[in-house]
């Protein structure tokens, strides 16, 4: 399986994708994963479920149509109407001019949906970014309502946020927010990275590695990997970055952020995602990770995969884009 943001050249015809509107990093998603016709249409927090999938099928006048594949029902303007503020809701696929879009590319991967019978864009409403949010067509403008990102997927699991539990997303959501304040751009969830954060959160809850010098970054000699004692001077860092492709299907290094209590109580604590994402953002070290400054500032950052174990977490930054499967 393999997470992708796709250009509109490598658009393919039959793919399954979901739609992800840029300013609130939340999924074109279907109302309680309804089926019925005049289910409605909104935005909701990315989970990944089959009601935030979609399967972009090119017509013969080059326009496209977008069935959920769990409903089989199309992406539809009520009423065929070209008015601003008209609802989408999905409707069985009929071939009409309600169900008709053209995708317009406005850069960086980014784009608009344009309903091709009234020239207006699917916009979420107001430009509000909560869970909830109504969907509709509006005359095209310049607001980020309007800008969607379109992640393409491979294979039968979810596609966004395989291998991250409740906590683990919310980490995932807090970070690309932070991103979002430094004018970033979204990090796509990485299924081999999250395997990496996971294995590593387990072993230093249950091996304790950095109790002889080291750090939290630091990985024990019980697993299939390379111990390594993570030193304040990072001079043992490159036995870090290289774990990915040690342990799993990841092709580049990784960069980690950490948090963790102390050994002798970490099994018996929680880790809370707020209070987690608050701490590394108050960490020089740790926020330059995140928001790519200092040494990382010329990075080309693009996937991140987040790890929680009882009283301790981690997240993994790649630059390269992640292909599937992760190793069991």
């Known amino acids: 399986m393999k997470f992708c943001d796709v250009g509109i050249d490598d658009i393919i015809s039959g793919g399954r994708y979901q739609l992800i ?120 403008n310049y607001s980020w309502a309007q800008k969607w990102r379109l992640i393409q997927f491979h294979g039968s699991e979810k596609p966004l946020f395989h291998g991250m539990d409740t906590v683990e997303k919310k980490i995932f959501m807090l970070i690309n927010s932070h991103r979002q304040e430094h004018g970033l751009p979204l990090l796509e969830p990485s299924v081999n990275l999250a395997n990496v954060a996971h294995t590593h959160a387990v072993d230093v809850v249950e091996n304790s590695p950095d109790v002889n010098g080291g750090n939290l970054h630091s990985w024990s000699n019980k697993g299939k990997w390379r111990p390594v004692t993570y030193t304040p001077d990072h001079k043992y860092a490159h036995l870090m970055w290289s774990k990915p492709s040690e342990i799993s299907n990841y092709k580049g290094a990784g960069y980690e952020i950490s948090m963790g209590y102390g050994h002798n109580v970490r099994k018996i604590m929680t880790m809370d995602p707020n209070a987690t994402v608050d701490g590394w953002k108050r960490s020089s070290g740790h926020n330059a990770v995140m928001i790519q400054q200092g040494a990382f500032s010329t990075m080309q950052i693009k996937v991140m995969g987040a790890g929680v174990y009882k009283g301790y977490a981690c997240v993994w930054f790649g630059e390269e884009l992640d292909t599937y499967p992760a190793p069991a």
């Open 21 to 140: 509107h840029e300013a609130s990093n939340k999924a074109l998603d279907i109302h309680g994963e309804g089926t019925h016709d005049g289910t409605n249409v909104e935005i909701c927090t990315n989970h990944g479920g089959k009601n935030q999938l979609w399967v972009i099928h090119e017509n013969q006048d080059g326009t496209v149509k977008l069935i959920n594949p769990h409903s089989g029902k199309a992406l539809d303007v009520f009423g065929g109407q070209t008015s601003d503020g008209t609802n989408v809701q999905i409707w069985t696929d009929n071939e009409s001019n309600a169900q008709r879009w053209r995708l317009k590319s406005v850069g960086d991967g980014i784009y608009k949906l344009i309903h091709a019978f009234s020239g207006k864009a699917l916009d979420v409403t107001g430009g509000e970014t909560s869970d909830g949010t109504n969907v509709q067509i509006w005359t095209e």
